[in-house]
């Protein structure tokens, strides 16, 4: 059986193990930030500013800054 033969093995391991390392690596890199900065525009209140869609730059400001 060639799944079990060790020179076979080893290199798929190899593999296996570096394309986990890469899919951990754009994981932590890319993703998780951009869930982050989405929670965090999604926890912030609204305000009655906001709510009739004024141009506030101030609060403009402060939505770019997180």
């Known amino acids: 059986m060639p799944q079990l033969d060790t020179v076979t093995f080893f290199t798929q391991y190899t593999w296996t193990l570096i394309a986990l390392f890469i899919l951990f690596s754009l994981l932590v890199t890319k993703i998780l930030p ?26 403009i400001k402060n939505l770019l800054q997180l």
Do not use: A, F, H
Request: glycine share 4%.
């Open 34 to 59: 951009q869930i982050e900065k989405n929670l965090k525009i999604r926890s912030t209140p609204l305000g009655p500013k906001v709510l009739r869609k004024t141009t506030d730059p101030q609060l």
